[in-house]
């Protein structure tokens, strides 16, 4: 079993930052890919961001490529994902995911899940 937890969410305005942290525990950390999903108000939780277990190789989905950047830290057990120039249409829960696959872009491939953080972005 991998635990996960998220940390970092808040409410910040349009064109602000915020940085998302996620912490590991149990299972080794680092031989797992590692996912960002968001899920907002009403709608299915979405992949948005992924890296290798190398932290190599990171992908996104297109509408935060550019403004997002995945990294991870295997020395910590935590990955971050650094969000920039933020919209009100990035709103949502954040979850932190871990897969045996790589790439892993969709749910079911991912198999450990954390709580969640809540970002919210005012215009």
């Known amino acids: 079993q991998v635990q996960l937890v998220e940390s970092g969410g808040g409410l910040v305005q349009a064109g602000g930052s915020l940085r998302l942290f996620c912490v590991a525990s149990?299972?080794?950390?680092?031989?797992?890919?590692m996912g960002w999903f968001g899920q907002a108000p009403g709608k299915e939780r979405e992949f948005v961001a992924g890296i290798s277990q190398s932290g190599g190789s990171p992908y996104y989905t297109e509408p935060v490529n550019g403004r997002f950047t995945i990294s991870r830290d295997n020395s910590k057990n935590t990955v971050y994902l650094q969000m920039n120039s933020l919209k009100p249409d990035d709103t949502a829960v954040y979850y932190c995911?871990?897969?045996?696959?790589?790439?892993?872009?969709?749910?079911?491939?991912?198999?450990?899940w954390g709580q969640g953080t809540q970002v919210t972005v005012s215009s």
């Open positions: 995911a871990a897969s045996r696959r790589l790439p892993a872009r969709t749910l079911p491939e991912y198999d450990y």
């Open positions: 149990g299972r080794t950390f680092s031989p797992y890919t």
